[in-house]
């Protein structure tokens, strides 16, 4: 059974930063892409980042293109999302989420595609 659990969310001010992360189990991780989506308030889910099984290719929503940073830790069954100038339009719940099927690369699929964490809620307010 997957297993996605996030942290690192909180209450920051715009123009600061948060590393969120993803606990991963029941699968062997390495296998699957992994991402990261958002959902604002009031609003649908969004893809945010997105990383390939390998690790070789990465992809990001143009809102967040040379703010946020996706990496993966297949050692420890981890992927991370650094956010940097971080501003009101990024508050949200963000979602781990990891490819249903092995071998993907990047890119945002469906989010039946995905196997979906909790969500950890970041909140960029001064």
């Known amino acids: 059974q997957v297993q996605l659990a996030e942290s690192g969310g909180g209450l920051v001010q715009p123009g600061g930063s948060l590393r969120l992360s993803c606990a991963a189990s029941g699968r062997t991780f390495a296998y699957y892409g992994m991402a990261w989506f958002r959902q604002p308030p009031g609003k649908e889910r969004e893809f945010v980042a997105g990383i390939s099984w390998i690790g070789d290719s990465t992809n990001y929503a143009d809102s967040v293109k040379g703010r946020f940073t996706i990496s993966r830790d297949n050692a420890k069954n981890m992927v991370h999302l650094q956010m940097n100038s971080l501003k009101p339009d990024d508050t949200a719940v963000y979602f781990c989420?990891?490819?249903?099927?092995?071998?993907?690369?990047?890119?945002?699929?469906?989010?039946?595609?995905?196997?979906w964490g909790k969500g950890t809620l970041v909140t960029v307010s001064s």
């Open positions: 989420a990891q490819n249903r099927d092995a071998g993907r690369g990047a890119q945002a699929l469906g989010v039946m595609e995905y196997y």
